[in-house]
T-cell receptor
Framework: AQSVTQPDIHITVSEGASLELRCNYS??????LFWYVQSPGQGLQLLLK??????LVQGIKGFEAEFKRSQSSFNLRKPSVHWSDAAEYFC????????FGTGTRLTIIP | GAGVSQSPRYKVAKRGQDVALRCDPI?????LFWYQQALGQGPEFLTY????????KSGLPSDRFFAERPEGSVSTLKIQRTQQEDSAVYLC?????????FGPGTRLTVT
């Protein structure tokens, strides 16, 4: 069965600081991996995806993620966060139906 | 272009009432998914259509939940005899080339 673990429930970072959100997955084959962002009262917006090929993928809003098969991880990074990045972030795995993690809430402080 | 739309955005139902939630996918998207998101949790898969065919309904929590997509476009998720545990946000997504695009969701509160 496929599963996703996001170990950090809540992360607080200062504006302008770097960010890394952790994601570990379990999947029987080569995984399709995704990061979504959800702002309050909004639907999920796709930040980036990994299907195959280059293990470092670039997304929207300056985010990137690195697929590491040996660690079963797909961590999300951003070199310098902005106040508008405050939101809930979800990692997901799947081909067709997606399995999501429980999310990491990101708070930005001035 | 227009994204995925869902209606109503908010629904309050008394326990035991039936509800119907609508999803309008992005035009031309063949695949359509329903997810349930409880408070403080990630979305959980309910069911999936390819055109009008329901290919996977393994996530539907009980036989009170029913989904349809009769013409391969608009989909309706119906919940009969609602219970308090059905309170959640119901998300619809349509898919192209493996990427799922989500609607804003319908927040269902059962009182």
């Amino acid at each position: 069965a496929q599963s996703v673990t996001q170990p950090d429930i809540h992360i607080t970072v200062s504006e302008g600081a770097s960010l890394e959100l952790r994601c570990n997955y379990s999947y029987g084959a080569t995984p399709y991996l995704f990061w979504y962002v959800q702002s309050p009262g909004q639907g999920l917006q796709l930040l980036l995806k990994y299907f195959s090929g280059d293990t470092l993928v670039q997304g929207i809003k300056g985010f990137e993620a690195e697929f590491k098969r040996s660690q079963s991880s797909f961590n999300l990074r951003k070199p310098s966060v902005h106040w508008s990045d405050a939101a809930e972030y979800f990692c997901a795995v799947g081909n067709e139906k997606l399995t999501f993690g429980t999310g990491t809430r990101l708070t930005i402080i001035p | 272009g227009a994204g995925v739309s869902q209606s109503p955005r908010y629904k309050v139902a008394k326990r035991g009432q039936d509800v119907a939630l609508r999803c309008d996918p992005i035009s031309g998207h063949v695949s359509l998914f329903w997810y349930q998101q409880a408070l403080g949790q990630g979305p959980e898969f309910l069911t999936y259509f390819q055109n009008e065919a329901q290919l996977d309904k393994s996530g539907l929590p009980s036989d009170r939940f029913f989904a349809e997509r009769p013409e391969g476009s608009v989909s309706t998720l119906k919940i009969q005899r609602t219970q308090q545990e059905d309170s959640a946000v119901y998300l619809c997504a349509s898919s192209r080339l493996g990427e799922q695009y989500f609607g804003p969701g319908t927040r269902l509160t059962v009182t």
